[in-house]
């Protein structure tokens, strides 16, 4: 008996298309009888088929079979875009909608707590360097929010923002309620505590809208070959060095009294914190180094892309407020002394960055430099849903699946 196989699409090492009952993908020259692996004959059947073949073979290298075989087009169906499924969500338009309405609560908390008293008696409105970075993470979940409401390919897309942006930023309001603790004992002001539910209803909205997967839109981890390879690595490289690059101290000071005394000291350093502190140093650190890896063997790959950005925003935006703090200077209390104390001592003070705040600077453009890639590499032209009856356009081959009679 033998099976007919129809390839809808080849590239350089493999095939693509329908055997009898499912769909399968192929090694070219392989018999046709092994694929090396094969989906239901349903239409996730196909987009996760495609999904695998298109991560898997080189980009640019796949071509329809058959001259009967239409071009990519608006009659095209495309992984994100499936017969009867387009625009439709597993779990419903009500929990795509949930899930918008949690992250715009997150937001209107966090607006609500830049105003009252955040760390040490003074609210994120008063100082410039730290309401940079939390108007930032406010923006993004905003954006975030409005692509899940937005539904279908947008949908993921808006919970990867919102997910990995909230991975990223948990070590970080850690730190700021690590810094309120050490100092006083309770979690700081109101400020920052409608910021950290804030941060808590963002991050539980995202995970609900991560969980809201697209119908017949897969995503899939798959190691990165041919000319992928080198690209991927950079930009795990990249996103290792901005994780150990934000360790280091940054700020750097200078002390000069009037009689030509001088001394130099560096602050910010991680690991020079309270336990607490740390931990959420910590967090952001690991975060940040998982999240780029998961990004560079996400696919499709403009989806990684997004997952990517999610995480190099609230890392630039850490690196915008070490510039807008190093630029307003320095007082002589950050130093135990007194203004009297050091009217009398003719003292002056000089800011600047560590050598360690550049490097994190020229990761980060590497790793914004990668982002970059992923979102506009070509995406290779998905092949038409194959016609469920065989008559579907193709080369056509005999499969032996058991002994002629």
């Known amino acids: 008996m033998f099976d007919r196989v129809t390839i809808a699409h080849r590239g350089a090492k493999y095939e693509i298309g329908r055997g009898r009952d499912f769909y399968g993908v192929w090694t070219i020259g392989a018999p046709r009888s092994e694929p090396l692996d094969r989906w239901p004959e349903t239409p996730e059947g196909w987009s996760a088929a495609w999904t695998r073949f298109a991560s898997i073979e080189a980009p640019g290298a796949i071509v329809p079979v058959g001259r009967r075989t239409p071009p990519a087009g608006p009659g095209t169906v495309r992984v994100d875009e499936n017969p009867g499924l387009a625009g439709r969500t597993r779990g419903g338009r009500t929990g795509a909608i949930a899930a918008a309405a949690l992250l715009g609560m997150g937001v209107i908390l966090g607006i609500a707590g830049l105003f009252p008293a955040y760390l040490g008696g003074s609210s994120l409105a008063q100082q410039p360097g730290q309401l940079i970075p939390h108007v930032v993470y406010l923006a993004v979940w905003t954006v975030s929010a409005v692509l899940i409401l937005l539904g279908g390919t947008r949908l993921r897309m808006g919970a990867l ?5 909230s991975l990223v930023t948990f070590g970080l309001f850690l730190a700021d309620a690590g810094t309120a603790i050490t100092a006083s004992g309770d979690v700081g002001g109101a400020g920052l505590v409608l910021s950290l539910l804030g941060w808590l209803a963002c991050a539980a909205g995202s995970v609900m809208a991560f969980l809201l997967r697209p119908a017949g839109q897969p995503d899939a981890l798959a190691r990165p070959r041919g000319p992928e390879l080198a690209p991927v690595m950079m930009l795990v490289l990249a996103g290792l060095g901005v994780a150990a690059a934000f360790a280091p101290a940054w700020d750097s000071f200078t002390l000069r009294t009037a009689a030509g005394q001088s001394q130099s000291l560096t602050a910010g350093n991680a690991f020079h914190n309270p336990g607490l502190v740390i931990a959420g140093d910590l967090a952001v650190m690991l975060a940040l180094a998982a999240v780029v890896i998961v990004a560079a063997l996400w696919r499709p790959i403009r989806h990684g892309a997004v997952l990517l950005a999610a995480a190099a925003i609230p890392m630039a935006a850490q690196a915008v407020s070490a510039l807008v703090l190093a630029g307003q200077g320095a007082s002589s ?7 009297a104390q050091a009217s009398q ?7 600047g960055l560590t050598p360690a705040f550049w490097i994190y600077c020229g990761f980060l453009v590497a790793l914004l430099v990668s982002c970059a890639w992923m979102l506009f590499t070509p995406r290779p032209a998905p092949g038409p849903y194959p016609a469920a009856d ?8 005999p499969s032996r699946a058991g002994t002629a009679a």
């Open 161 to 165: 923002l919102g997910l990995g942006l």
């Open 333 to 339: 209390a950050q130093f135990g002394i007194s203004a």
């Open 345 to 351: 001592i003719g003292l002056t003070i000089s800011s």
């Open 390 to 397: 065989g008559g579907a356009h193709g080369e056509t081959a």
